[in-house]
């Protein structure tokens, strides 16, 4: 009860175990893909300039994880968008997923079709 | 996970014994202890249950159980037809349900192949509800000759980054395999979960996506049971032996919920929604 009070009144850093989550994250992805750190850098900036065609984004958090849902995996990809507007600029966040198979993953990804939210 | 409702040994019925291997690829998560608690559960609940142990050349299952003084032969000796195979099979202190395979101390991993131990094993699939094949740890020809005539498999991890990363490699070969795996998590610390030093019960489901199928807690008497040789089970005030206990019954087929881990005071929840915790 009194650690949820401390977070209530102080806040909460960065615990050690969301350090854990993040670099598993990072390691699982390479695990799983068999593509090594430098690969998975070129193919997220492959990645950040296929979508940069036809949106504006927020490149330092764009990121890309490789969940497993029981059979299927699935490639996620977190894209935070800038929707420009003709008199003022709306900070959406978007999410867009591409569900592929393992095999598939050499393929080049479809354009994004997802739909984006706006205020107005 | 397939589950075999087994009948009792006088029935009429003739049901083959599930084959389970329990497997990690970390070393040291509780793959033996594991092995040895839910066959000494199953054997309280009445199924027939045979424990082998796969880890040729560094046993331990029979050291788990108290059994140690009274090994004759082993895996490799009935793979290798030098003795009868109930010749091999050592029945535990504690219960007329459970017995014991044990493996050589003497030889290497490779003395045997897959097609030996499916073939040992299926000296004993008439004659017990469960077996329980306790794999050594990583992932080459041991591991390999383990997973050999498995139908289904037990995945033992910690809430740690080496153990989660090693399990979901094994995971994925398992899959390669056809094996379909269910997931134990062991050595929860229900208090550095709260205090967000220990990865919670969600966050490793959620990374490595199977289904789940027990939680079992760090418990000082699982340490205390492993001196003296009997299975924590049969202590009743071990959380760790209330937990092993509830696996093997949803390992029967009976549907126990999973005790809720998470961190649900008063006061962590006004944190989560001030999105501070």
Redesign the interface.
């Known amino acids: ?5 401390r ?2 009144i102080f ?2 850093k960065t ?4 350090l ?2 993040s ?3 990072f ?2 992805v390479q ?2 893909t068999g593509l090594s750190a430098e690969e998975l850098a070129k193919f997220k900036t492959e990645m950040v300039d296929v979508i940069e065609r036809y949106f504006v984004i927020q490149k330092q958090a764009f990121d890309i994880s490789y ?5 299927t995996t699935t490639l996620v990809i977190n894209s935070p968008v800038i929707v420009r507007r003709q008199d003022a600029v709306h900070h959406e966040a978007g999410t867009r997923k591409f569900k592929k198979k393992k095999h598939e993953l050499a393929k080049p990804p479809p354009p994004p079709s997802m739909p984006v939210a706006s205020n107005t | 996970m397939t589950l075999t409702n087994g009948d009792s040994r006088n029935g009429t019925q003739k049901n083959l014994g599930e084959v389970i291997v329990v497997t990690s690829g970390k070393g040291g998560v509780g793959k033996t202890t594991t092995t040895a608690c839910l066959g000494a559960a199953l054997a309280l609940k009445g199924k027939r249950t045979l424990v082998v142990d796969a880890d040729i050349g560094l046993r331990n299952l029979d050291v788990i159980l108290g059994l140690e003084n009274r090994i004759v032969f082993n895996l490799v000796d009935v793979a290798k037809n030098v003795c009868k195979p109930n010749q091999a099979i050592i029945r535990s202190k504690k219960s007329n349900n459970l017995y014991l395979l044990p493996a050589s101390q003497t030889d290497e991993k490779d003395v045997i192949n897959e097609e030996e131990i499916e073939t040992a094993l299926e000296h004993y699939r008439r004659e017990f509800h469960f077996i329980l094949v306790d794999s050594p740890a990583g992932i080459e020809q041991g591991f390999r000759n383990a997973c050999a005539g498995a139908e289904s498999a037990l995945i033992v991890t910690t809430p740690e980054v080496p153990a989660i990363r090693d399990a979901d490699r094994v995971i994925g070969l398992l899959a390669a395999k056809g094996l379909d795996p269910s997931l134990i998590i062991n050595r929860l610390d229900v208090d550095m979960v709260r205090k967000g030093e220990m990865l919670s019960v969600e966050d490793v489901q959620d990374i490595l996506g199977i289904n789940l199928i027990g939680v079992v807690e760090r418990d000082e008497n699982v340490i205390v049971a492993t001196n003296c040789g009997e299975p924590v089970v049969y202590n009743p005030r071990s959380r760790a032996g209330q937990a092993f206990m509830r696996i093997a019954g949803r390992l029967c087929g009976e549907q126990i919920p999973l005790p809720n881990y998470s961190d649900t005071g008063l006061w962590s929840r006004i944190a989560a929604r001030l999105g501070v915790g």
């Open positions: 009860m009194f650690d949820g009070l977070r209530v806040g909460n615990s050690s175990k969301q854990a989550k670099r598993l994250h390691v699982l695990d799983r969940r497993r849902d029981g059979e």
